[in-house]
């Protein structure tokens, strides 16, 4: 280890005059002035969450468009398939002969609900 110093005793005066360079003013009113700027620039800037969000604004909007766009296609989409089953369902044979569809209606009430309640054809 070898013994180096810093300084020496006859750096004291470099060493004064640095720490008169280096420090804190004496006057209350050089720190009343800066709290006041401080305040100042404090008060400038805005704290609030929102304003985080503004960068967010037009980006939002147009994926908001895109969605609503494609819910609007996708909702077309399934009113035509939709239209489209209801259009072959009604156009199609059904699936029962019509004599055997229309035949409850032509016997009298009474027999036709007992073949209804029990499954009888």
Known sequence: MSDITLYSNDDDE?????????AAPAGDAYWNELEARIMSRVADVEL???SELDRWVRPALAAAAVLVLAAGVAMFRAHEAETEIAYDNMLSSPAVPVSTAIRPALQNEHEAIVRFLFGHR
């Not at 060493?15 to 280096?22: A, N, P, T």
């Open 14 to 22: 470099i060493v004064r005059g640095l720490r008169s360079l280096y």
């Open 48 to 50: 609030g969450w929102w």
